[in-house]
């Protein structure tokens, strides 16, 4: 335990001289990683806290502000002394029901340092450090006391004084939505952005800060800290009257995280989001499965059939059952309906739908009964259009019905400006609704695909049952806007998706859309489609396109084969906005999915990641023709089988705009 022995400073000597880097701190406590490399501080200098992280002793984050200010009362900045200090570490293995790995293991150290004001009402704020081998995060607990009970947080004072001007990759800070394109600048030139923000500095160690376990709270986004360079200051995203956060004692923070690696892989094959989040509540998982799944979606997005009823409807009991017949013959487990039920013509309007009435021409009952019999689960779906606050007092009856005819499945929607008004998708009100549907969901035995959702902060790991959700701009842009460049799934890996998993909706093989959206398309080759399913993880995971564009093409074979949860995740090569490749196991079989940009390129990626040195693989590769190109050919696959070895090493021919995917199924020789 050490205590502070400074004098107090009050106003803005304070603030000069907590950021003051001469300044000796009259405290500081640290704590390493398990591999000694990474180190946080924290340091009280007059009064005022601050933390750092560093890595071989080269600094990561500069000493940096934290705290909170409130509506009504004083600051949580500054005043404080060393009030205790407790360390421990963790050391487990733990078993996801799905994921990108089936075993992981959570090792870190923690320091929790509690603050108490030296005067006014001796409030009380620990800050909670966890550092790992590859990364680190820390939260706020306010714990019951005297001094602090209910309150209104006006600014999270969190920054990330970071220690050069980065190259980063960010998405601008709606406070509605995630679906943008991610733009590349300097640190300098950030304007504000939703997490997960990537970064890499000038020595080549890569960096994302985003936040873990985001409870009753709201999102975090960064902007410019005012007066300081290079620096990103927590933003949180406002309630209609301004205010951040409407909390009370006792309260715990999300995570705010930083994750560090030498390699853009390292920070893909990390779990240290999910392991800042409590371990799983739910019993019996032995209903939560991972499903492939087709879906009455694709030709309601490119104009071909239509959500509402009339003579295109897309949900009508025969359509339905044409894609379970097609689902059955080629082994995928579900089918999504959307449009299935009464108010898409009020689409946006308060109260448009009521969840539980169909259309005439479809029966739910008949609909799930045939998939049942085909072994096909049809996936719901509730589109709120925004009405959040209606959703919530229909919700038991529409998940009661869905469980009543053998539904357990449901993907959400909350396209348009939220009910209440004024509310955002990422404030703390909808933080909290997310969180009750989900919970109930879990009640019901229902697991849940969240469009328009909250960012995950990997609360996964304690619903597993939460499965997939949106978040991204996904596929359906290329349907009906000027698209998603071939750049944008080469960023995906390394920012939205070291949040958690994301439901793309990969599979187009229709790519020019010349039938029905002959002024749109989609910016890739059909190789690099079938490579999204291994660079792209998402334990509900969709062949997008039209049974009928699937229909006898051989590269089908592929996404047919394709799991969607994995043993083992490793990230064979990438340069973000690039390209990468990743492998990722499955038993004893491995699948390699490899995309480019708008360039083509030759990569060469060495097969050690296969058992058994010598042991043979049959490999069955996807690629690009000599001639494929996203805009002029997109079409052109080759398909070849070879025996590969661990010893081997494989050549990427990607064309412009391409990609290449592999599965190898070792050989079992006969004796
Ligand atoms: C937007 C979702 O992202 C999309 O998947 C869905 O089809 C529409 N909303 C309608 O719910
Ligand atoms: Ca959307």
């Known amino acids: 335990m050490s205590r502070l022995a400074g004098t107090l400073l009050t106003g803005a000597m304070l603030v000069t001289s ?85 075993e992981v293991r959570n090792h870190c150290n923690e320091l929790a340092v509690r603050l108490k004001e030296e005067g006014g009402r001796g409030r009380v704020m620990t800050v909670v450090f966890r550092v790992f081998d590859d990364g680190v995060g820390f939260r706020y607990v306010l714990p019951e006391q005297p001094g602090l009970g209910s309150f209104d947080i006006v600014s999270e004072e969190t920054a990330f004084r970071l220690a050069g001007d980065h190259t980063v990759w960010w998405n601008r800070n709606d406070y509605d939505s995630y679906e943008h394109l ?154 999504l309906v959307e449009g299935w039920n009464t108010g898409w013509d009020r689409w946006g309007a308060k109260g448009a739908f009521d969840y539980v009435t169909p259309y005439d021409d479809f029966d739910l009952e008949e609909v799930a009964r045939y998939g049942r019999e085909k072994g096909v689960a049809i996936i719901g779906h509730h589109e709120t259009g925004g009405d959040a606050a209606d959703y919530e007092t229909r919700v038991d009856e529409a998940f009661d019905l869905y469980r009543r005819v053998g539904i357990d499945a449901v993907k959400t929607g909350y396209a348009g400006g939220i009910y209440p008004r004024g509310q955002h998708h990422h404030g703390q009100w909808m933080v909290f609704h997310y969180r009750k549907i ?18 995950p902060t990997g609360i996964s790991r304690t619903y597993p049952n939460m499965m997939t959700r949106e978040g991204v701009r996904g596929m359906e842009y290329n349907a009906w806007s000027e698209g998603n460049p071939p750049e944008h799934t080469t960023i995906l890996p390394f920012t939205r998706m070291l949040a958690g998993p994301l439901d793309y909706t990969p599979g187009i093989f229709d790519l020019p859309l010349d039938e029905f959206k002959p002024d749109n398309r989609v910016h890739t080759t059909i190789a690099k489609q079938l490579a999204l399913y291994v660079v792209l993880l998402s334990p509900l995971q969709m062949a997008a396109d039209l049974p009928e564009n699937y229909e006898g093409n051989f590269a089908f074979q592929f996404i047919e084969r394709v799991p969607c949860t994995w043993d083992e995740t490793r990230v064979l090569d990438a340069a973000i906005g690039d390209y990468v490749v990743i492998a990722r196991r499955s038993g004893d079989g ?82």
């Not at 002793?57 to 002394?81: A, E, W």
């Not at 019993?283 to 509402?308: A, C, F, N, Q, V």
């Not at 989900?438 to 960012?455: F, N, Q, S, T, Y």
């Open 18 to 102: 907590a950021l003051n880097a001469q300044a000796a701190p009259d405290a500081t406590e640290a704590v390493s990683s398990p591999d000694g490399r990474i180190e946080a501080v924290l340091a009280l200098t007059a009064g005022r806290p601050t933390y750092s992280i560093s890595r071989d002793s080269r600094p990561v984050i500069q000493p940096s502000t934290l705290g909170f200010r409130f509506k009504d009362d004083p600051p949580l900045t500054g005043g404080f002394t060393v009030d205790g200090v407790e360390r421990s570490a963790v050391d487990e293995t733990w078993r996801p029901v799905w994921g990108s790995a089936s």
């Open 182 to 335: 991610f733009r590349k600048t300097a640190l300098s030139a950030v304007e504000g952005a939703n997490t997960p923000v990537t970064m890499v500095t000038a020595e080549g160690l890569y960096l994302s800060i985003h936040e873990a376990n985001l409870t009753d709270y709201s999102g975090m986004t960064l902007v410019p800290e005012k007066g300081v360079r290079n620096s990103l200051a927590a933003e949180l995203v406002p309630w209609p009257d301004g205010v951040k956060v409407v909390g009370r004692t006792p309260l715990a923070t999300p995570w705010r995280t930083v994750q560090i690696g030498e390699r853009p892989g390292d920070l893909v094959e990390s779990h240290l989001i999910l392991n800042l989040n409590e371990p799983c509540v739910i019993e019996d998982t032995s209903w939560i499965r991972p499903m492939k799944y087709l879906g009455i979606w694709w030709s309601l997005h490119i104009g071909g059939e239509t959500w509402h009823e009339g003579p295109t409807h897309g949900a009508t009991t025969a359509n339905a059952k044409r894609y379970v017949d097609f689902a059955a013959e080629h082994g995928f487990e579900g089918v």
């Open 438 to 455: 989900l919970e109930k969901a879990a009640e019901k035995r229902i697991m849940l695909d969240v469009h328009e959702p909250i960012k």
């Open 590 to 671: 491995w699948y390699l999915g490899g995309i480019t940009d708008e360039e083509g390129r030759v990569l060469e990626v060495s097969l050690d990641f296969l058992a058994g040195g010598n042991m043979p693989y049959l490999t069955r590769i996807f690629r690009d023709a000599s001639d494929a190109h996203w805009e002029t050919n997109p079409t052109a696959v080759d398909i070849s089988t070879v025996e590969l070895r661990a010893e081997d090493t494989m050549t990427l021919e990607l064309a412009p705009g391409g990609g290449a995917a592999a599965y190898f199924r070792p050989m079992v020789r006969e004796r």
